[in-house]
């Protein structure tokens, strides 16, 4: 009878693994696609500017 008691645990790790997974996703911020993809665009020229700007052999100055 120990079959029947090993599909019952498989089914509820797998139910709590399903429901674990959409904890992970992103919020939507109730952008449209244009919007966000302009938005992350903005942020990674920054993030470019700012790896131009302090080289890695080079310290950063405080």
């Known amino acids: ?3 029947g008691n090993q599909r019952e645990l498989a089914r509820a790790k ?3 693994k399903q ?3 959409g904890k992970g996703k992103r919020n939507e911020d109730g952008l ?3 919007a966000r ?3 992350d665009a903005e942020i990674m020229q920054q993030k470019q500017k700012q790896a131009n700007d302090h080289p ?3 310290p950063q100055k405080k």
């Open 37 to 39: 993809k302009q938005r």
């Open 19 to 21: 429901t674990d997974t």
């Open 32 to 34: 449209s696609a244009a």
């Open 14 to 16: 797998n139910a709590k």
């Open 1 to 3: 009878m120990t079959r």
């Open 56 to 58: 890695k052999g080079e």
